[in-house]
């Protein structure tokens, strides 16, 4: 009955080199002006249920949003808001559940670090996270781009929030030397700044990760850097409170059994695509499409 979900397409092949790279179609669609964040998540209709934490990107607001219809659709409710941490909001009691979390991505050890917490599942665990570069650069790892710096541009992109990526790209322009300055952004200026480049045919370098909608908008690598090959694969994982999940083994259970596959990201990512100014009707569409296939799965 509870859905949780992670949207994108996944697709790894090999290149000449016989390093795993991630590619698709660069196809971008031109939309009317996109909705506030705030009207993209679907209004839960019991403020007083299970309180989850979403965060504000794309794919965990999509991912929320299916879950929320399923919700519906089984006859109950719980109440999904954005936060900036959805781990403190867990820590600070002001949440019961939140998905998609990065921080102990292969090594749930977080129960270890904070008790009051229980990790619950692994949703997927062929998801990636570190630096991108454009496909047509031919770039494979960040001493590449040392010995490419002429195709580049001297910014690298990266999200505001992700501060292990932040702290580790300081790093690496201080190891290799790089004459390249540091810019934060949030995820929409991420994306602007990275399809106004890859127009041009730029060199850039970025903090990249998948599920996400920029491997949608644009052919690019994830790249090799220091003590991290790009092929490493993550885990996206679902975190309660000991409370919640000690008062809901019925639900924590259910949220167990989810698991996605590449299929189903292809398809999600093409409606996202198609929708990505209205995430709460990209939602609706891929439910009615796998709403059935998603309900077998949790029940079996």
Not at 67 to 73: F, K, S, T, V, Y
Request: proline share 2%; with cysteine; glycine share 4%.
């Amino acid at each position: 009955m509870f859905f949780v979900g992670v949207l994108s397409l996944i697709s790894c092949t090999s290149n000449s080199k016989k390093r795993e790279r991630t590619s698709t179609s660069s196809t971008v669609v031109h939309q009317a002006k996109p909705k506030k964040l705030e009207d993209m998540l679907i209004e839960s209709k019991d403020s007083c249920g299970t309180r989850v934490a979403v965060s504000k990107f794309m794919d965990a607001i999509v991912l929320s949003n299916i879950m929320n219809l399923e919700l519906h659709d089984a006859g109950t409710d719980w109440n999904f808001h954005f936060a900036n941490s959805t781990i403190k909001q867990l820590l600070d009691g002001e949440a019961d559940l939140t998905m998609m979390v990065w921080e102990y991505h292969n090594n749930p050890t977080i129960e270890k670090e904070h008790p009051s917490l229980k990790f619950i599942s692994s949703i997927s665990t062929n998801a990636r996270e570190g630096f991108v570069v454009p496909e047509y650069t031919g770039v494979l790892s960040i001493n590449e781009v040392k010995k490419n710096l002429d195709s580049f541009v001297d910014t690298i992109y990266v999200l505001k929030g992700l501060y292990d990526i932040r702290m580790e790209t300081e790093q690496i322009v201080k190891t290799y030397n790089l004459p390249m300055t540091i810019k934060l952004c949030d995820e929409q200026q991420l994306l602007s700044d990275m399809v106004r480049l890859y127009k041009n045919k730029k060199g850039f370098i970025a903090s990249g990760w998948y599920p996400s909608l920029m491997f949608g908008l644009m052919d690019l690598n994830m790249i090799d850097r220091p003590d991290k090959k790009a092929s490493e694969r993550v885990d996206i994982n679902i975190y309660a409170t000991k409370k919640w999940y000690d008062s809901h083994k019925k639900e924590a259970a259910m949220l167990k059994k989810i698991r996605l596959d590449s299929e189903f990201y292809s398809m999600a990512l093409d409606v996202m695509m198609k929708n990505r100014n209205d995430l709460a009707k990209a939602s609706k569409i891929i439910y009615r499409t796998k709403g059935a296939q998603l309900k077998a799965m949790v029940q079996r």
